[in-house]
């Protein structure tokens, strides 16, 4: 793969690590204002969760989504039978995907949502031009793959709606993630060799604050030159987050 955001493909780069957030200082681009119109159940640009920022969980959706070997990864769930792989913790990781796709997941209640809009990443494995021998490259790298996009891509028609309430303002939501440890499995998405790798990702992303009980669908709307909708059918449900079957033994848990 190439450089994918968190919803549709920017040239397709998503495998980094998914516990400790990289070693730098995090530098958030994201406004401060809480778009006007916003859904009730979306978080500020400058929320934490258990401590963390919308940058540094970002982070850890691209650690997420790369611990995966190509074969069972969620971002090439067509139906979200693998929402459930490797999830743990205070927020629940949504993943993007290359095409329009439809996905039924089942949620823990009381956890946060994560929802990936669009981003890219590179990393010291990958070739240019998403390779970075350090730090500032990386950003560098990765922050010019978001603006090519913007300039091919009319991103005020990106679209995200929960429960039928749209979200008016997502510019306030792009930010940019410290640098962090990928680990990649065998066969994974970047076709690497290499099990470790370092990286930075640049993007837009929201996080949901706990949903109630019940039936939710998150919508999303990517424009380009074929528009990508993903729609997830959320069933927030008490209890654990899946049997113990419900990941691949050949993939981490994060």
Same mark, same amino acid.
């Given at each position: ?65 790369? &611990? ?31 095409? &329009? @796709? ?39 790298? @990765? ?5 090519? @996009? ?10 995200? &709606? ?36 370092? &990286? ?41 987050? @899946? ?12």
């Amino acid at each position: 793969m190439r450089r994918f955001s968190i919803a549709i493909p920017l040239l397709v780069v998503m495998l980094v690590s998914l516990v400790v957030v990289g070693r730098s200082s995090l530098t958030t681009l994201a406004q401060e204002a809480t778009p006007t119109g916003a859904v009730g159940t979306l978080l500020p640009p400058d929320a934490q969760v258990a401590g963390l920022s919308l940058a540094e969980w970002s982070a850890r959706s691209w650690q997420w989504i790369f &611990s995966f070997p190509e074969e069972v990864n969620p971002f090439s769930d067509e139906t979200g039978a693998r929402c459930g792989y490797g999830q743990a913790g205070p927020v629940f990781f949504l993943a993007g995907a290359e095409r &329009s @796709a439809e996905r039924a997941c089942i949620v823990p209640s009381g956890v946060h949502v994560l929802v990936p809009l669009l981003g890219s990443e590179c990393s010291t494995v990958e070739p240019p031009p998403f390779f970075g021998r350090d730090e500032a490259e990386l950003r560098r790298c @990765a922050t010019e793959a978001v603006a090519m @996009a913007e300039t091919t891509q009319d991103m005020t028609t990106m679209q995200l &709606s929960v429960d039928g309430q749209s979200v008016d303002d997502l510019s306030a939501y792009r930010t940019n993630t410290p640098r962090f440890p990928l680990w990649l499995p065998e066969d994974n998405l970047l076709g690497s060799s290499q099990r470790v790798a370092d &990286s930075v990702a640049d993007g837009y992303l929201v996080l949901l604050s706990p949903l109630a009980e019940g039936e939710h669908v998150v919508a999303i709307t990517i424009p380009g030159p074929e528009t990508v909708t993903i729609t997830y059918r959320l069933t927030v449900v008490s209890g654990a987050y @899946a049997t113990p079957s419900a990941s691949p033994e050949a993939s981490p848990t994060g």
